[in-house]
Structures are given as C-alpha cells and as structure tokens.
C-alpha cells in the first residue's frame, strides 16, 4: 500500500459489520443430548448430520432389525423432510443433504439386513427420452424415491422407448417415469405412449416430467390418448406423492408380455409448411458481414465470464432456492446474498479450474423464402444450405425466417452462428458426485456448468453484437443483459421458436465446431452436455416467441 493513501474508514467497524448477523453456537454442546435413539436417528435425518451417525445406528440395532431402522425410524424422518419442503420450510438443497444422509445410513445397514423380496413400496424405472441429454430432473426423483423406500431403475439419458419397456419388464417395475427438457421431448413421450398403446403395455403407470411439458398438455392431451395412467410430475415430490398414490396396479409386472415394436411415423409436428401468410416485420438495414465463415477462440478469463453467470437463474432455477412463506421478496434477497452467495463464490474458486470455456462462431449472408433461411457460400449467390423454420399458427405468426431479408431484396442479409463449451470436465465432475451420493454437490456442480455455459453465451452474443455493429442498445447493468435489453436476439436450437434439433447438423457444416471438442449425438444433441448453440438475428424487431 502506497503511504500517502488515507484510510477513510474505521477498520475495526468494518470488520464488526461484517459479522453482526453471524450466530454463535457452542460446538462443545451435543445437538443429540436428551433425545430417544429413535428422534436422534431422525433429526439424523431431519437435519443433515451425519456426524456419529454410525454410533448411533450401532445403538439403534440393540433394539430394532435393520430393516425396521429404515422402515420405522429412517423413512419417518424423511416424510418429515418432504413435508418441510412441500411447507416451504426446507429448501432443495437440504433436502438433499438429509438424503446423502440417508444414503449413508442405508449403506451402513444394508450388509446386516437379508434382502426380502418386494420390502420396498414400490418400484419404477426412470429414463431421459430419445434425443435429450438432459438428467438433472431425472436424477433427482431417483434421490427422492430411492431414499423414501422405492426402488429405482434408472436406465440414463436418450433412452428410446424399446429399451424403456424392456429394462421396465426385465426388472418388474411397477411405474414408468420419461423425463425430458426440450420441446421435442414432448412429441417423444407421445409417441412412447402410443407404442405403448399398440404394444399392449398401457397397464404401467407413467409418469411425465420436464420443463417443456405442462401440466395441461399431459393431463388433457396425452391422458386422452393413452389407455393407461397417465401423470404430470412437476417436481420430485410430486413424484413422490404420486408413487404412494398409485395404491393397486392393474396387473403385475410378471403378467405383462412382451409385443413387437413397431416404427412408429417420422417428423416433427410443430414444422409447419409455409402458407403464404407471413407475420408483418419492418425490413431492416443488413449489418456489413464482419467475416466469411467460421473462426474460433479457447482462451478465457474464466472470473470475467462468472459475471455473466445470471444469479437468479442459478440460485433460484437450478438451485431452487425458494422464498419462503412469509418472507418478502427484499428479505429472501437478503438471505440469499447471506447464505447462497458464499456458495457461489466458493464454488467459482473450486471449479474455475474445472471449466473449459471454448467458442466457435461465424457470418454468413442470406435471404429468406418463406420459412426457409438460405445461406449463401462467400460469393453471395450460390446456395450452400437452407434452414427451415417453424410457423405459428396463431398470434403474430411469427418466423424465424421473417427477420431477414427476403429474395427480393436488393442485397443479402447477414446472419450469425455460435456454439459454446465450457468442457466435458465439469459434466464428469457432477456424475461422480451423483455416484458418489454427494446430492448437493451434484446440485450445485451441474447448476454451475449450465449456468457458466449459458454466461459464456451471452458474453459471446454481446462480442458478437459488436463485431455487427449493432451494440447501440448495450445496457450499462449487466442484470439487463439477462432480460435481453439489446438489438437483436439469439434463438438456442431445440427450443420454442427453432424445436428442430436436426438442424444443428446443418450448424455444424457451418462452424465446423469439433476443433473445440464439440460432436453431435445421433439425436443431434451436442457433446459435452454444458454447451448450447445459437442462430444470432440482428433485426432490432427480434424478440423471443413460441411457436406452440
């Protein structure tokens, strides 16, 4: 420090500020002094400690048989857990603190205990659907139920529907549960259902979950179509309460037979065909094209792209950190910054290792024809791909092809293309920690790789917009960034206003994106998990729709 700079506060109350709110507690106290072993094993549970947890199971089997431990004792703690949480009370991340817990219980009782055929409460298998990598949602009704007495056969990501009823019938389960994000999953489970249908197999119970379904679209639409049970799980609790209500199944597992499959027909039902009615888009001036082509950068600062990590998004949507009754929304605020935030901070220092932020992006001109979005090769005339893009079919009857400039147009338009990674790292890192039993931070580990993906996206956007020249609406808050206050928009493939995943094939020939370690899957989703591709559109009338 140089010594002509004054200090013009008092240190001392800088540092009492600091700490006004921190509790003390007396660490020489047992939190289980007084208690039954039965309410010690479930506060055990109740509140995450696993500290003498053992000792205390130990005492516990003086007295009760394993099995009655976790039926009896164990479990009651967990329905304590699911009520809090359902109250308000609990938020996510504790509630799987008390199941890494449990887990540990389980674990140390499972070598003493015989394995009495059909002891548990019920049994389902669990699958991501056909072309969806996404497993978060799944893998956390597998905690929940696993660690309430069900037994869970989870069989992974992009499972088609031969290999769902096979392991179901394989291993006599009781229910089927299909997970999926994006909005083609939502025509996948419906087609499952009919091939259940026409396999005879709608004596399972199903239960659907995923944030592009709706609660409406499964319990109107698709429970119409299939002959079965079937149920929306809005979160893992529901499918808890689900599963206990399920009460009698129509017939055994043992008694459903196998069918033969069959191909059920192709194509995606939200492409729909141009009719000669286009939505009314005022004809913008074409930026100059930066460059032809595709260029690539794997060198970031990974602290400058954390800011762009949006903080309500991560704690609140992949977290799940949840304002309690009550409280007002400055005080959950409060409490986040408390007690979310050096949780965040911690994490980008143990993980800023982990990330590996890669970029590969690129212009090219165009024009539009209908739906279609035709790219041009450098000469500006010779056709090199076409893109063809979802209607709606009410409302604005918007297109992505609407906001470029048309083949009547004098000259071509200018589009762009990213795609990002932040690695394959930190996908790894959170599946072990699944595996491990370590819940939160499995938790908190792919909140962070989703969410330091989508920052490095909009860090992208935002060089992007400047390489345009269309970054005369830059927001001076970066808070504003997250709520697109910019000129333009970029549209992720798979989701609402571009569904048709098939085209990020169509985007590879175009960026070329392997030299940074991306590959499509069969489905055309991309590898490593925590990347996301968009198509970038300079039209300052460009703004987010759904084609539904």
Same mark, same amino acid.
């Given at each position: 420090m140089n010594s002509?700079?004054?200090?013009?506060?008092?240190?001392?109350?800088? *540092?009492?500020?600091?700490?006004?709110?921190?509790?003390?507690?007396?660490?020489?106290?047992?939190?289980?002094q007084g208690l039954s072993i039965e309410d010690a094993l479930k506060k055990h549970i109740i509140d995450g400690i696993k500290k003498n947890l053992e000792s205390h199971l130990q005492e516990a089997?003086?007295?009760?048989?394993?099995?009655?431990?976790?039926?009896?004792?164990?479990?009651?703690?967990?329905k304590t857990v699911g009520e809090l949480f359902?109250?308000?009370?609990?938020? *996510?991340?504790?509630?799987?603190?008390?199941?890494?817990?449990?887990?540990?219980?389980?674990?140390?009782?499972?070598?003493?205990?015989?394995?009495?055929?059909?002891?548990?409460?019920?049994?389902?298998?669990?699958?991501?659907?056909?072309?969806?990598?996404?497993?978060i949602g799944k893998n956390l009704v597998d905690i929940i139920l696993s660690n309430n007495g069900y037994?869970?056969?989870?069989?992974?990501?992009?499972?088609?529907?031969?290999?769902?009823?096979?392991?179901?019938l394989e291993q006599k389960c009781d229910a089927i549960g299909m997970s999926g994000l994006l909005v083609k999953s939502t025509v996948i489970m419906k087609e499952n259902l009919l091939e259940m249908n026409d396999r005879g197999l709608h004596s399972f119970?199903?239960?659907?979950?995923?944030?592009?379904?709706?609660?409406?679209?499964?319990?109107?639409?698709?429970?119409?179509?299939?002959?079965?049970?079937?149920?929306?799980?809005?979160?893992?609790?529901?499918?808890?309460r689900l599963m206990g209500e399920l009460g009698e199944r129509d017939a055994k597992p043992e008694e459903r037979t196998r069918v033969s499959s069959h191909r059920l027909p192709g194509g995606d039902p939200s492409l729909y065909v141009f009719?000669?009615?286009?939505?009314?888009?005022?004809?913008?001036?074409?930026?100059?094209?930066?460059?032809?082509?595709?260029?690539?950068?794997?060198?970031?600062?990974?602290?400058?792209?954390?800011?762009?990590?949006?903080?309500?998004?991560?704690?609140?949507?992949?977290?799940?950190?949840?304002?309690?009754?009550?409280?007002?929304n400055p005080e959950f605020d409060q409490w986040l910054i408390e007690n979310v935030t050096p949780v965040f901070e911690r994490l980008q220092r143990e993980l800023a290792g982990v990330m590996?932020?890669?970029?590969?992006?690129?212009?090219?001109?165009?024009?539009?024809?209908?739906?279609?979005?035709?790219?041009?090769?450098?000469?500006?005339?010779t056709e090199r791909l076409r893109f063809t893009f979802p209607r709606q079919r009410d409302q604005r009857r918007l297109c992505l092809a609407d906001f470029f400039?048309?083949?009547?147009?004098?000259?071509?338009?200018?589009v762009g293309f990213h795609v990002v990674t932040v690695g394959s790292e930190v996908s790894e890192l959170e599946r072990r920690a699944f595996a491990d039993g370590n819940y939160r931070d499995y938790l908190y580990i792919h909140g962070m790789g989703v969410e330091t993906a989508e920052a490095l996206a909009e860090y992208w956007h935002q060089q992007i917009r400047r390489e345009m020249g269309i970054d005369d609406q830059e927001p001076s808050d970066l808070k504003l960034l997250f709520s697109a206050k910019y000129h333009g928009a970029r549209y992720s493939f798979g989701y609402p206003a571009c569904p048709n995943l098939d085209d990020q094939a169509k985007l590879f020939e175009l960026l070329q994106p392997e030299d940074i370690g991306l590959e499509l899957s069969e489905e055309c989703m991309l590898i490593p998990e925590q990347s996301t591709s968009a198509i970038i559109v300079h039209h300052p009338e460009a703004k987010y729709f759904n084609v539904r």
């Open positions: 002509d700079k004054t200090c013009t506060y008092d240190p001392l109350h800088a *540092l009492m500020a600091r700490f006004e709110n921190v509790k003390i507690t007396d660490a020489s106290v047992d939190p289980f089997l003086k007295k009760y048989q394993p099995l009655e431990i976790i039926n009896e004792v164990l479990l009651d703690g967990m359902g109250a308000g009370k609990m938020q *996510l991340p504790f509630v799987l603190q008390s199941a890494e817990v449990m887990k540990a219980a389980v674990k140390i009782l499972e070598p003493l205990m015989e394995k009495v055929e059909g002891s548990e409460k019920g049994s389902i298998l669990l699958a991501t659907v056909a072309g969806d990598v996404h497993d037994r869970v056969v989870n069989i992974g990501i992009k499972q088609p529907i031969n290999a769902i009823l096979d392991a179901a119970p199903v239960i659907l979950g995923g944030a592009a379904l709706t609660r409406a679209y499964v319990e109107q639409d698709l429970r119409s179509l299939y002959h079965g049970q079937v149920f929306y799980a809005q979160d893992a609790f529901e499918g808890l009719d000669g009615v286009r939505s009314e888009i005022t004809p913008a001036e074409p930026p100059k094209l930066p460059f032809y082509g595709a260029r690539r950068r794997d060198r970031f600062d990974i602290h400058e792209i954390y800011k762009y990590i949006n903080p309500i998004a991560l704690f609140r949507g992949q977290w799940q950190f949840k304002r309690a009754e009550g409280m007002s590996k932020p890669k970029v590969k992006w690129g212009y090219f001109p165009c024009r539009s024809d209908g739906n279609d979005l035709i790219i041009y090769h450098e000469d500006q005339t400039a048309n083949l009547d147009s004098p000259q071509p338009d200018v």
